[in-house]
């Protein structure tokens, strides 16, 4: 079964602040990134992550990083 993230736990593993994430997300921010991981609305004012496409994103970044 998919583990779930709320706001507070993605923060906390991606270091990125909610306003940040927030940004992320929204295609008409100039912050945008498609390849950050879609939230996952559970009722009209919760939503959540899949854990393991969080993980993915952050795997993602560390694999780019130059050495």
């Known amino acids: ?32 990134d498609p390849t950050f991981p879609k939230k996952v609305q559970l009722s009209k004012v919760r939503v959540a992550w899949v854990a393991q496409e969080i993980a993915e994103w952050i795997n993602s970044k560390i694999d780019q990083r130059i050495v």
């Open 1 to 32: 079964m998919p583990q779930l993230l709320n706001i507070k736990d993605v923060t906390k593993h991606t270091g990125l602040s909610r306003s940040s994430i927030y940004e992320m997300l929204n295609e008409d921010s100039d912050r945008y």
